[in-house]
């Protein structure tokens, strides 16, 4: 019995759940969607950064691989950005791209790719062009486990044109455990340590939300009266950020990070490195007289630990051994954060803003942001109060956040999307506005325009630069280029329309846009 390599690979998607393709068509993947199925859905993205941002977003929100469609070398090129930080984000895709057909490859034909498995890496796991078309479905098969496997991440297929109708022998579907088992050894020896502490400390990373661990994070930290802080540039929330043991966020320097946590005779780091630094430092890792642990499903990061012990784990798995472990000694719980004062309306500003949002947001939804010059106002303004409540990029490159939204809330059906973003962060994958419209989907995006690239005028502080050229950006006009692609906009300037402006548009049912003129 024979089949075709298009009719296995879509019966492999289907058994997978990957019927949701992502793409941007090009000649060379244009036999894949002969006689397209009509339980599969088609996202249409105007650029493969948009594309693959997209992808990125959906994965994370589904927890299962997203597969992607690009073409050749041209779209993976324009795609590579995003692929960067789906990579940092440990995001599980299949990314496909479209090759000429193989007998026209000596001769160099137009719009083929000449090394397509070494272009992507190495932001991708595995890379692979298969030696026969009858192998592909198999490749992406294999390409799925290895995409879905601790530490999660993007894989990649190039595939010839014309393998889509060749014939071949029927996919045998194979399965593939997911959970890594830590060292029981080493988990006993963490929780007897962890219940004699006198004042331990968790450091939270994008990792428990990754794994499903929010609750049992927080089940462990109240059992220890553990205070609790967020790593440096995490990508996703760990906690409840009301919480009274939640004590604030790791600045990534090597110096702040070893204050905020004197006096912590333990610290137990849960899915994120120890720790991530943006600029230089000297002195310890970890205060004088701590004890460090680490818990990752990782290897690498886990290889990379200074001081301590590492243990590579499944972080759900890791945390059930914890919680039944030795009842901790009477300790006090740590002071709760202090609570932060109200900022008026008038001139508009950034905290303004994180306090009105948090006022008016609704209660289940999503938050995914893209605004580095409000990093601060937000951390200390909008607190994160759900699991699976907030996106960000992990890589720091920007175009993410506008695509990622659309991919969450199509993830995510019935949540309302808030997606904030700076006027320079939105300009990077703006053509995603399209999509949202065409789509319907119910995303408010809040643009913070501050006329420039703060976050490198700030920055620039560190290296005495006081005046950094090419951060400033004038003459945009975001409700303008909101309603080119489909979406309504307003520009608020004034505080005082702050409030009409959020709830107007979180009771539409589609996506709209708010231009916030910061002051």
Known sequence: MTTTVRDETIRLLRATGMTTIFGNPGSTELPMFRDFPDDFRYILGLQESVVLGMADGYAQATRNAAFVNLHSSAGVGHALGNLFTAYRNQTPLVVTAGQQARSILPYEPFLYAERPTEFPQPFVKWAVEPARAEDVPAAIQRAYHIAMQAPCGPTFVSVPVDDWDRP???????????????????????????????????????????????????????????????????????????????????????????????????????????????????????????????????????????????????????????LAGPAPVARAAPSPRPAQPAAAPVPLGQIYLMQRLAAHRPKDSILVEESPGSRTPMHDHLPILRESGFYTTASGGLGHGLPAAIGVALGQPGARIICLLGDGSSMYAIQGLWTAAQLGLPISFIIVNNGGYDALVQFGRVFQVHNPVGTSLTGLDFVALAQGHGVPGVRVTDGQDLDDALQNSFALPGPSLIEVMIT
């Open 168 to 322: 071949c022998a029927p996919l045998i579907p194979t399965r593939m455990s997911r959970t890594v088992r830590g060292d029981a050894a080493l988990l006993a020896e963490l929780a007897t340590a962890l219940a004699t502490a006198k004042r331990p400390a968790f450091v939270v990373g994008a990792g428990v939300d990754r794994d499903g661990a929010w609750d049992a994070t927080v089940a462990l930290a109240e059992r220890h009266q553990a205070g609790v802080f967020v790593a440096p540039m995490a990508a996703r929330a760990g906690f409840p950020e009301d919480h009274p043991l939640f004590q604030g966020f790791l600045t990534a320097g090597r110096e702040p990070i070893v204050a905020a946590l004197q006096g912590h005779d333990l610290i137990l780091v849960l899915g994120a490195p120890a720790f991530t630094y943006h600029v230089e430092g000297v002195g310890p890792i970890v205060p004088d007289g701590a004890t460090l642990f680490l818990i990752a499903d990782d290897p690498a990061i886990a290889s990379r630990v200074p001081v301590g012990t590492a243990i590579v784990s499944s972080l759900g798995a890791a945390l059930d051994d914890l």
